[in-house]
């Protein structure tokens, strides 16, 4: 009952299996700046940046109109993300939580991969979907990865 409860990656290494830290196959470090985000700084951020973009498209589109603001605000948040991941490399919930998006084979983000990235997480199943390295599907596709500042 304990290799159920605590998941098959933990019964894999109770039996002798070697997965590595995350970020190991892509050539990161395992800890500090250039590692792989965890999980809950990167929810923070994208809590941070859709508050952001609710907030924009409530008080700036429609008004208070609460049916369409959702509807808005993910537009807001294509393009904010788009925009700013594309030229800074990071939105203002990363830059916040100390995470930033870098290109695997380059360190930095074009804005053609920066849209592909943005218009799969904006689709939602893409980034529900995990790697072992901690990477969506939106990141694998654009090949880029969220890391510590």
Known sequence: MGSWLSGPRAAMEDAGADFGYRGEQLGLPEEGPNSIARPGRRLGALAVDWGLCVLIAYGLITHGYTPATSNWALLVFFAMSALTVGTVGSTPG???FGIRVVALRTGTVNPARALLRTFL?????PAL???RDGRG???RLAQTVEVRS
């Open 94 to 96: 990363k830059r916040l």
């Open 129 to 131: 979907i995990w790697d």
């Open 121 to 125: 997480l904006c689709l939602a199943i």
């Open 137 to 139: 599907l939106h990141d």
